[in-house]
């Protein structure tokens, strides 16, 4: 099981349709997928529940209250992908957990064994410092990042990358690592081609070969609350989301930028980036 956060300290970066694309993308190669929403805007609950908002129980539910984390995730029209939704009162999950114990362990907790009927976990965040990312952070093996040229900053990558390493040496997720940095919104000009420079001067190996055009087609298939694969499959959004699934399932059997040390929570992220592969292929030979 690979647990895959989409992260940036800036809104509008593309988080959200990166998360949602991937996960409906790797369900389509066959994977076992659950999309956690841990965004209180809920857009991704929205496209992948088709314009229905969740009933309780949400993740708030699963954060605040203790519920049982297999009651709040349904399935979705994609096969393979299944959602644990947000709603609005997980902007209360903030406040309602700072003075309780284990505060920054929720999510892992709740989704401990749950999780290993997956190959992917993979998480949609707002882009707030809050307490609800710091679970995500002690949760997931790897943190994705979506740069989108038009409000890039080094400086926020920077940050990013301090908070990565912050968690992963107080809290107890060692295994954590910044899993790569994805163009998104491109365009054919100079700004473009500047920051992509920039980025793969600073950051080289971790940056994904694919980057993600700009396109209407992308917003057209949200309002119809549907991912581009599903909305537009020929479109050169949909073929560079293909493209970059292909990079995320090789990144983590390939390079394993930054992995963990050795024998470092083997346990909680499933260590061998090769069981997701085998997954899809035992559902080949079993189907
Ligand atoms: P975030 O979750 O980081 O706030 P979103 O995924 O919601 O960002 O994207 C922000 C806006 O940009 C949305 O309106 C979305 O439809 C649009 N968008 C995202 N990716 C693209 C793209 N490749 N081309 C054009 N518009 C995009
Ligand atoms: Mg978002």
New binding site residues.
């Given amino acids: 099981m690979r647990s895959i956060a989409w992260l940036?300290e800036k809104?509008?970066?593309?988080?959200?349709?990166?998360a949602i694309n991937s996960a409906v993308g790797l369900a389509k190669l066959g994977h076992r997928v659950l999309l956690v929403d841990a965004d209180p805007q809920a857009?991704a609950t929205m496209v992948l529940l088709e314009g229905r908002s969740a009933g309780a129980p949400t993740l708030a539910h699963v954060l605040i209250d203790r519920a049982d984390a297999a009651d709040a995730i349904r399935p979705t029209r994609t096969e393979g992908l299944d959602v644990l939704p947000s709603d609005t009162l997980l902007a209360d999950a903030n406040v309602a957990l700072a003075p309780e114990l284990g505060r920054e362990r929720r999510l892992k907790r709740a989704l401990e064994g749950l999780d290993a009927g997956y190959d992917f976990v993979v998480i949609?965040t707002s882009?707030q410092r809050t307490l609800i990312n710091v679970n995500v952070l002690n949760y997931v093996g790897e943190v994705l990042c979506?740069v989108d040229p038009g409000i890039f900053s080094l400086s926020g990558l920077g940050t990013l990358r301090e908070a990565v390493a912050e968690v992963a040496r107080y809290l107890d997720n060692r295994a954590l690592r910044l899993g790569g940095l994805v163009l998104?919104?491109t365009q054919r000009d100079n700004i473009t081609r500047d920051v992509e420079a920039r980025l793969r001067g600073t950051f080289g190996e971790l940056v994904f070969r694919t980057t993600?055009?700009?396109?209407?087609k992308?917003?057209e298939a949200?309002a119809r609350f549907l991912s581009v694969l599903d909305y537009a499959p020929r479109s050169s959004?949909a073929k560079a989301y293909k493209a970059l699934v292909s990079e995320i399932i090789g990144h983590g059997q390939v390079i394993g930028i930054g992995g963990p040390p050795a024998g470092a929570a083997e346990a909680d992220h499933g260590g061998d980036p090769g069981d997701a592969g085998r997954g899809a292929r035992r559902r080949a030979r079993a189907g």
């Fill in positions: 940036s809104g509008g970066t593309a988080k959200t349709t990166s857009n949609d882009p979506p998104t919104r993600i055009p700009g396109t209407t992308i917003g949200h959004g």
